[in-house]
């Protein structure tokens, strides 16, 4: 029964064997597979800074598309990964540790000052890179994060001079009063770190800086504060329409007569959103912005050939960050 046995197993090997060529010779060949590294974004789509975060986004992924179209960087193209994070720390770190192991990751895009700060050592440990808006402390501290805009300290700075000069156009003397009203979190502080030392270089007088919670409904608290301790300007920040509400806000209370508004942080108020909301309260405001706003955008050659290739709707719908 054993030797029966054995035989029989021989007589299947050798069929199997007889036929294995036959079958791969039959086979169809595979096909090459297709060269691509990963780009993964950490992105608010649907929380706080989505109104800036989303069309930024969106462009993003023009841009990788119209890469691929063209058969990528020497025949590599991208897969681009999105993951809502809703503004969430914890989200962007459990997003970022799920896929820091797919398939060449090569660069993610945080566009949150406090997950962009937790996540960095991190990347730095997997020698990966990332974007972030405009956190100065990669500036200052090179590594692996870059800035896809001007520091906020810069920015800050520039804000500094700029109320100096308008001071002095006006024909004050002395030194203005300067009030900072902005999110409580990281992108609502991080102007400050070097920005408050520039201007108590300058000389000017700063106030106390008043942060409220993000998503704030009504900032007249912080702003009845800002006054009564005598500003003539005050920086503000936030994402609009955080801007455009602080905005209606300081119109309401009478403010805009007294106090000069000046938007410091690149995200406020927009024309589809804050403007076509409150236009009369925004009025007058000032804004210190690292990109093209309005007509120059949509008239720029670049922005017009995404725009009418990709975006599929009027215009007049684009955002500051779209493209």
Known sequence: ???????????????????????????????PQEKYV?????????????????????TLGWGIEDLNSRGGVDGVKVKSIVIDTRYDV?????????????????MAFIPQTAAGKALAPLMDHNKLSSLTPADGEFQAIMGRTFLLLTPYQDAFGATIDWILKDWQAK????????????????????????????????GVKLL??????????????????????????????????????????ANKLGLKEKI?????????????????????????????????????ARKNPLIQSLWTKYANRPVTEMRALSP
């Not at 300067?178 to 520039?198: F, Q």
């Not at 406020?268 to 093209?292: F, N, Q, Y």
């Open 208 to 249: 106390p800086p008043e942060f409220f919670p993000v998503g704030a409904a009504d900032h007249t608290v912080w702003l009845t504060r800002i006054n009564n301790a005598g500003a003539n300007y005050c920086i503000i920040g936030g994402v609009d329409p955080t801007p455009s509400l602080i905005m209606r806000d």
């Open 171 to 202: 024909g004050k003397t002395g030194v203005p009063t300067i009030g900072y009203l902005c999110w409580d979190s990281p992108y609502g502080r991080e102007p400050l770190r070097g920005g408050k030392e520039y201007a108590e270089m300058k």
């Open 38 to 58: 990963t780009f993964l974004s950490l992105s608010d789509i649907t929380g706080p800074s989505a109104g800036l975060i989303s069309p930024l986004q969106e």
């Open 260 to 296: 000069q508004f000046v938007d410091a942080l690149y995200c406020g108020p927009d024309e589809p959103v804050g403007i076509k909301l409150h236009p009369e309260a925004v009025e007058g405001t000032v804004l210190c912005s690292a990109i093209l706003r309005g007509d120059e």
């Open 90 to 106: 914890a989200r962007a770190a459990s997003a970022y540790k799920r896929h820091q192991a797919d398939h060449k990751l090569v």
């Open 1 to 31: 029964m054993i030797r029966s046995g054995f035989a029989k197993a021989i007589a299947v090997g050798a069929c199997v064997a007889l036929a294995l060529p036959a079958y791969i010779g039959c086979a169809k060949e595979a096909k």
